[in-house]
């Protein structure tokens, strides 16, 4: 028998593991990650900023704009940020946290495909972009996306800002070719590595470029051990698509955590735990226990008569006697009309002793 | 001598489904165990754990603990609550060591009936009889679709098996997820019955009681003539 193996039957387990691992060693090391990304940057004439918060991010790119006298952004997802704060608040938000093409097709703006001028982007003086990955060894950013509207931006204004997340920080260029596989069996699309400014022999490019490394809470979350995987996520969306019950708000829930305020919405609570999404993940991350663990989150935290009902739940069920005898009156009263979880005619332990046991 | 099973049967099974209690102790002691059943027993404790409460959840598992700290094998007809018992329930304790040695002794003993029949009783022929046309609804968390349950119904004489279309999905029944989502929960359970009544079987088989009783109630809603029933019930068919 002969095996044929080709770069599109790689096992795709084999590529979560390696995507898994390589993130986890990611985290566990990422001051040395975050040094060496620096580094490279500059290296290549490129310049990185840390911003603790998206308002720190915003005020810097607003900073940088004043310096350089520039008028107009344009942002990968929104078409004109003008010199709106919020708008860029909000961009840099998005693209900080966003959850890759899958959704940022659906969230761009209506006009955009269709009025996106090239005269807009050519006006602009700044144009930002978010980062699927940033590539440490080469100082690079990548952007996969499903457009090349990312591209434009970064080429053709004359300072190309890139905002990420911490958390997107891959080690070596040649990672790509096991994160971008992942992320491709699930898009076609456009994929640029981009490093630096233009150089004197390169026909475009920006001449300016800074990458903004956002914390924006996710050193709070690699600090907690329940939901430090969760900064494994390369917003691929798999999770999403694959949920059976209403994915963008109940994942989302999830990914809310990546934005400020940093804290999950009470939908953490609005999911079956089935295990649809973790088994869909590529990077493997184990969705349903952060789920479960951010349930026992005390802001999270069941309240009201559900709470209560658990309380007298629980009593119930360490009392043995109590719980057969409720059983009983539970079966003698139970109205006709209820129907559903109607109790059986006899509990199994009834059974069981009436079998002589 | 004759190795010993415990039954936890699940406050589920015990108050409303006790026939799969019964038929998965029978097949048990067709498989050659002796069979016993800790009158203490109620519940694993999985709403409260997947509720968030902490101190409810970790009671209950306690409680749990207790009951079966000397068992050698626990064998559980539910997915979900088998699901709690071997890989939850050291996590209920995180600050008390002790108990949560004896949570990772004891969940290595815990059994998911299937697993259980397949893994350690080794089961070849259980010399059951089953003349019907049959799919399996892989229950809670079974994603991906699990063999175990297959290769079980494949032993069944008679028995015309057939799968359902599309990758598994789940139910929707999930705990207390209807309480956050009733909407949404009424809507996957629609899905999976028509998938079911797509395979034109007569009987859906599964493994999670609460699965299995979400979907009853739908079948039985909209007035069809399928039957659910737990895998030990088919096995225990002679
Ligand atoms: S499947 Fe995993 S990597 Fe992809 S978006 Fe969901 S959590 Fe992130």
Not at chain 1, 91 to 106: K, M, N, P, Q, V
Not at chain 1, 325 to 333: E, H, K, S, V
Not at chain 2, 88 to 95: K, T
Request: charged share 20%.
């Amino acid at each position: 028998m002969t095996t044929t193996s080709t770069l599109s039957t790689v096992d795709t387990s084999t590529l979560r593991e390696r995507a898994a691992a390589i993130k986890k060693q990611v985290l566990a090391n990422l001051d040395h990650y975050l040094v060496e990304t620096e580094k490279q940057v500059t290296a290549h004439g490129g310049h990185v900023v840390f911003a603790q918060t998206v308002d720190d991010a915003v005020d810097y790119i607003l900073l940088l704009a004043k310096e350089r006298g520039v008028e107009h952004f344009v942002g990968a997802r929104a078409t004109n940020l003008a010199n709106d704060k919020q708008a860029l608040r909000n961009e840099i938000e998005a693209l900080g946290s966003d959850l890759g093409s899958y959704l940022a097709g659906r969230a761009r703006q209506p006009d955009a495909s269709a009025s996106y001028q090239l005269e807009r982007l050519l006006a602009a003086g700044i144009g930002i972009t978010g980062a699927n990955f940033v590539v440490a060894d080469a100082g690079a950013i990548c952007l996969a996306e499903d457009d090349d509207f990312g591209r434009r931006a970064s080429a053709a204004p004359k300072i190309h800002v890139a905002v990420a997340g911490i958390e997107k920080i891959i080690p070596r260029t040649r990672d790509l070719a096991v994160f971008l596989r992942l992320l491709s069996a699930r898009f076609p699309g456009h994929v640029s590595l981009l490093s630096g400014p233009r150089r004197t022999d390169e026909l475009d490019g920006p001449e300016e470029f800074v990458l903004i490394l956002l914390d924006g809470g996710r050193s709070a979350i690699l600090a907690d051990a329940a939901k430090r995987e969760l900064l494994q996520c390369i917003r691929c969306g798999a999770c999403l698509a694959r949920c059976p019950v209403t994915p963008v708000g109940q994942m989302g829930a999830l990914t809310r955590l990546l934005t400020p305020p940093h804290t999950a919405s009470p939908l953490v609570h609005a999911s079956t735990l089935c295990g649809a999404c973790g088994e869909a993940c590529p990077v493997k991350i184990d969705l349903p226990r952060i789920l479960v663990a951010l349930r026992h989150d005390d802001r999270l935290a069941l309240g009201g008569w559900r709470a209560w009902l658990l309380r007298g739940w629980a009593f119930v069920m360490l009392r043995p006697r109590l719980y057969e005898f409720l059983g009983l009156m539970a079966r003698a009263f139970w109205p006709a009309a209820w129907k559903g979880a109607k109790p059986a005619a006899k509990s199994f332990r009834q059974l069981w002793r009436g079998k002589g046991r | 001598m004759a190795k010993r099973v415990s039954l936890f049967v699940t406050c589920m099974v015990d108050q409303l489904l006790p026939k799969a209690g019964l038929a998965m102790a029978e097949v048990l002691e067709r498989a050659g165990f002796d069979v016993e059943f800790r009158e203490a027993q109620t519940c694993c404790g999985l709403p409260a754990y997947q509720a968030g409460c902490s101190s409810q959840a970790r009671a209950v598992g306690s409680h749990f603990l207790n009951t079966f700290v000397d068992a050698d094998y626990v064998v559980v007809p539910s997915t979900g609550c088998a699901g709690m018992l071997s890989r939850d329930l050291p996590h209920l304790f995180p600050d008390d060591p002790s108990a949560r040695t004896a949570a990772q002794t004891l969940s290595t003993r815990v059994w998911e009936f299937s697993r259980f029949l397949l893994e350690v009783a080794k089961v070849d022929s259980l010399g059951a009889r089953f003349p019907h046309r049959v799919t399996y609804f892989d229950t809670c968390c079974s994603v991906p679709a699990q063999a175990g349950p297959r290769t079980l119904l494949q032993k069944v004489k008679d028995l015309d098996y057939v799968e359902l279309d599309g990758p598994p999905e789940c139910c929707g029944f999930g705990g207390l997820f209807r309480w956050h989502a009733p909407q949404e929960a009424d809507a996957m359970t629609q899905k999976q019955m028509s998938r079911i009544l797509a395979s034109k079987a007569s009987h859906v088989v599964g493994l999670d009681v609460g699965c299995l009783l979400q979907l009853r109630e739908a079948l039985e809603r909209g007035k069809h003539a399928v039957q659910t029933l737990h895998l030990a019930e088919v096995l225990a068919n002679q």
